[in-house]
């Protein structure tokens, strides 16, 4: 096996065998399969309050449109979530 030179440190094998590492504040957790993420992804949902769902949607939906945001000279006071469905 030869040994890669990483700046002063000599390292011959690296790996992250971690189920769960923090990176910048957030939690980041591996799974062995896409069934075991789904039961972690609901479980994490089901805990929520719904204030922390609307919080995170918030986040999420300032993210996106943060340009638009930003160039907007009045500043938005309230986001309206629409219920889209089928009309008889």
Avoid at 51 to 75: D, G, H, V
């Amino acid at each position: 096996m030869t040994k890669k030179k990483l700046g002063k440190h000599k390292m011959n094998n690296i790996k992250a065998n971690e189920p769960q590492l923090t990176f910048g504040g957030a939690k980041i957790q591996f799974f062995s399969s896409l069934q075991e993420e789904n039961e972690a992804t609901f479980k994490y949902m089901a805990e929520r309050t719904p204030e922390e769902s609307l919080q995170a949607a918030y986040q999420i939906i300032t993210a996106m449109y943060r340009k638009e945001l930003e160039n907007n000279e009045k500043p938005y006071t309230s986001i309206t979530f629409i219920e889209l469905g089928l009309q008889d």
